[in-house]
């Protein structure tokens, strides 16, 4: 696995490069690959970004955990999203079964019928999960959910225990099924001479729209008519239905639904600046956990606002 974060090996960028182009002869004089400016990274800095781990163990943390320890866990921080025996709640991914699916018109992708490494397994969770708070479990946490997932895919028995020495002995079952893709790579040639007229090139089709649940007026409604189009504004309600349903439609993760008035009432009463600050910054109560923005950290505080509006209104 290529680990980009280690790409690059100077940090801190001299704004004034100017300034270092006279001694910029010399310094290179004495090292071409350098150019007089940053400095190497050190150590620490370089372990803070390397935590890929490959799939003959190499990367991996010292630690262990048991399926036993796992199974608490997963139920804690997993089960919510991807449920107690792996089977998906509400649209997450299925983490196990479909075992002989892979050939149906419609294939279970989990880990033990369609992942290829165990390390891979212990990199995601490691890197992404839980959702809400993703690089919040040490390292002794990550084994032991690994070792769960494993052992629900029946790929390891129940008094097991993953460490660092034996991952890279757990194999999956379609890890022999994977060949590489043997298509070549292509470039395009910059044209020289006797170019096509870009004027002459028409499009022939183009992919459909995104529609959000409700049709095209459930994001944006029609503002008055300007010279250069229709002017169209962002609603509360689209906003809603494109980022925050995922969790306020059914619940997932203790979120209150909408239009339950009941769930809602305490938190409208904290007044709506409470509401704007919890959604954009995001909040952890004793029901659930709200992460920023509900994990949409791109979007404008200005349309969380929006959605908070539209929520209240409709749970009132």
């Known amino acids: 696995m290529l680990n980009l974060r280690n790409a690059f090996p100077t940090v801190g960028l001299v704004l004034g490069v100017l300034a270092g182009i006279a001694a910029a002869p010399s310094l290179m004089a004495e090292d071409s690959d350098r150019y007089g ?6 150590a620490e800095q370089i372990a803070g970004w390397d935590i890929d781990v490959r799939p003959d163990g190499k990367g991996l943390p ?28 509400s649209g997450y991914p299925a983490l196990a079964g479909g075992d002989g699916s892979l050939t149906d018109p419609r294939p279970k992708k989990t880990v033990g019928s369609y992942w290829r490494y165990t390390s891979t397994l212990w990199d995601y969770i490691h890197r992404a999960m839980p959702f809400t708070q ?8 990550v084994y032991a959910i690994t070792a769960y997932v494993l052992h629900l895919n029946d790929i390891v028995d129940y008094d097991f225990v993953l460490t660092k020495d034996n991952l890279s002995d757990v194999h999956l079952p379609n890890e022999d099924n994977f060949i590489p ?5 292509t470039r395009n040639k910059r044209c020289m001479k006797r170019c096509k007229d870009p004027a002459s090139v028409k499009v022939s ?8 649940e409700g049709g095209p007026d459930a994001l944006y409604s029609q503002g008055s ?16 239905e494109r980022h925050c349903a995922l969790c306020h439609a059914a619940g997932i993760g203790g979120a209150p639904v909408l239009g339950d008035s009941a769930a809602w009432v305490g938190r409208i009463e904290q007044g709506v600046e409470t509401l704007y600050r919890h959604a954009i910054e995001g909040y952890t109560g004793e029901d659930g956990i709200m992460p920023p923005k509900g994990g949409f950290v791109n979007l404008p505080d200005s349309e969380v606002s929006l959605a908070v509006d539209y929520i209240v209104e409709q749970s009132q």
């Open 37 to 42: 400016y940053g400095s190497p990274a050190s």
């Open 62 to 89: 010292p630690g262990e955990g048991s399926v036993e320890d796992g199974e608490w866990l997963y139920e804690e921080k997993c089960a919510l999203c991807h449920g107690s025996f792996g089977e998906s709640v």
């Open 134 to 141: 993703p690089e919040s479990l040490s390292d002794d946490e």
């Open 181 to 185: 893709d043997q298509r070549p790579d």
């Open 205 to 212: 089709s183009e992919a459909a729209a995104y529609v959000p």
């Open 225 to 240: 008519a300007q010279e250069d189009g229709v002017v169209t504004t962002v609603t509360g309600g689209g906003v809603y």
